[in-house]
């Protein structure tokens, strides 16, 4: 717990601290916390959006710059940029390691600290290895620019050395690549992963032939994409064997080493391991005191503040907030939902109205032409869901310019499958 007042919490670092206006003070500016702020804009409020990166991340692309489709660039936009426009928005780059409640202040790690009116907590999540924190060395999970290189690198790096191995075991352990976790990130994975295998780097080799590499989606469930109906999780199954992915159900890994894994006691050797299995909130819940459930979450009220403390809310992926008995998922549409909600309610200095979840339904991209798709009952596989995923991805991106590049990439991609970003840095 960090709310008892600092004697030292260093100097104050708002950029311009006599306003004289309220302030509205935003930690992360991700899904949830970027869309409050653009609310914000042009308002009667300060506000002051506190991000330890410089640029908003849009992580749903994150698989594609792991596997060589999309640019770092393509899916990041510097915040500054996004919200040079608001001019009562200041945007300070500093990671934020505490909150004081009873001085009303967050408090940065290279010292100092900036005080609120209203604080707003967006922080996300952060990929989750259960018992094994060591595991990460060895899989990096696509959740920053900085993974998603490494994984691209690790990937590519592979293939590389493959063409120059004369040993056939080490071979083709350097072709093996290994997908943990069955849920969306997983398969999308997997999937992406296949198809540059078979069909990209085909042809650019003399020795050895990509389309023989061996891709592997493993799942401890019995199912994949278990957040949807039964039968989408069977299409999506049948759909990666048909591009040559050998799906494990039921099988959790016991170990992740450099070399590779074991899962039921069998050893895979993998030069390429990546790990989508599991999240868990960022810190914020420890900031403030609350209990947070057994994933990181701060259950928040039915305005989006923290039981207790109308002054404090907590959004996105850090939040834990039921409808209708149920929580809600860690999903962008619900963070910057809720962002807007919020955002357009600290216009005015009362209390926000309860928030409601509208879904605009939920996809899961397997590969070329194929997705699946579900609203309520109604439920889609194939081209169309394919389609409908597209359009809620490039909708979700934030700026008009960023949305046509990397349509207009896409399309490319889709029409030659060329893939502009396959450098190994
Ligand atoms: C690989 C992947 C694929 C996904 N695919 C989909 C999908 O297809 N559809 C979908 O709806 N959702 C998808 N998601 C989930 C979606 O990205 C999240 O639900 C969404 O990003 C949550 O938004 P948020 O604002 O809560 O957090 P984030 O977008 O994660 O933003 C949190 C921000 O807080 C900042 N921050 C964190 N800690 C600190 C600190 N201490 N100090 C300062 N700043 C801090 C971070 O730098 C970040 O900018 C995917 C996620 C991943 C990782």
């Known amino acids: 717990m960090t709310d008892m007042p600092q004697a030292d919490a260093g100097p ?40 330890r990166r410089n640029h908003h991340l849009f992580q749903p692309l994150l698989y594609q710059v792991s596997t060589a489709a999309l640019s770092p660039a393509d899916i990041a936009v510097a915040i500054r940029r996004v919200l040079h426009k608001a001019g009562n928005v200041d945007v300070v780059l500093a990671e934020v390691t505490g909150v004081d409640r009873a001085d009303a202040r967050v408090r940065l790690k290279d010292g100092g600290h900036i005080p609120y009116d209203q604080l707003v907590l967006a922080t996300g999540s952060v990929y989750h290895y259960f018992a094994h924190p060591e595991w990460r060395d060895h899989a990096p999970a696509p959740k920053s620019i900085a993974e998603a290189r490494r994984i691209r690198a690790r990937l590519l790096g592979a293939f590389e050395r493959a063409e120059s191995c ?11 690549v290994v997908v943990v976790g069955g849920g969306p990130t997983g398969v999308e994975m997997a999937g992406t992963v296949a198809e540059l295998a078979r069909y990209t780097l085909r042809g650019d080799f003399r020795r050895i032939d990509p389309a023989e590499a061996r891709i592997l989606l493993v799942e401890a469930g ?36 450099d070399g590779g894994v074991t899962l039921a006691g069998e050893r895979i050797d993998a030069a390429t391991v990546v790990w989508g299995a599991g999240i868990r909130a960022a810190p914020g819940a420890d900031w403030v005191g609350g209990t ?60 926000p109205p309860p928030y409601r979840y509208r879904t605009r339904g939920d996809t899961a991209v397997i590969g070329r032409h194929a997705a699946v798709y579900t609203y309520g009952r109604f439920k889609l596989t194939g081209r169309l869901a394919w389609l409908l995923w597209s359009i809620a991805h490039v909708y979700l991106l934030i700026g008009f310019q960023r949305r046509t590049l990397v349509m207009l990439q896409w399309v490319w991609r889709y029409l030659t499958f060329e893939r502009g970003a396959r450098l190994i840095d």
Do not use: W
Not at 243 to 255: F, I, K, S, T
């Open 222 to 257: 019995p199912r994949l994409l278990a957040a949807f109906p039964p039968d989408l999780g069977d299409y999506a199954r049948g759909r990666l064997k048909r591009m040559g992915v050998e799906v494990r159900l039921d099988q959790p890994v016991e170990a992740i080493d």
């Open 166 to 176: 004369p040993d056939p075991a080490e071979r083709r352990a350097l072709m093996t």
């Open 292 to 351: 947070a459930d057994r994933t990181g979450r701060l259950p928040v009220t039915a305005n989006l503040s923290l039981p207790g403390d109308p002054a404090i809310f907590a959004l996105g992926d850090l939040a834990l907030f039921e409808q209708d008995g149920k929580p809600l998922p860690a999903l962008a549409q619900v963070a910057q939902q809720q962002g807007r909600h919020l955002g357009r309610a600290l216009r005015r200095s009362d209390a």
């Open 12 to 51: 104050d670092r708002t950029p311009r601290p006599d306003t004289g206006r309220r302030r509205v003070v935003i930690v992360g500016g991700g899904f949830a916390g970027l869309a409050c702020a653009r609310e914000l804009a042009g308002a009667d409020v300060q506000v002051v959006l506190i991000d």
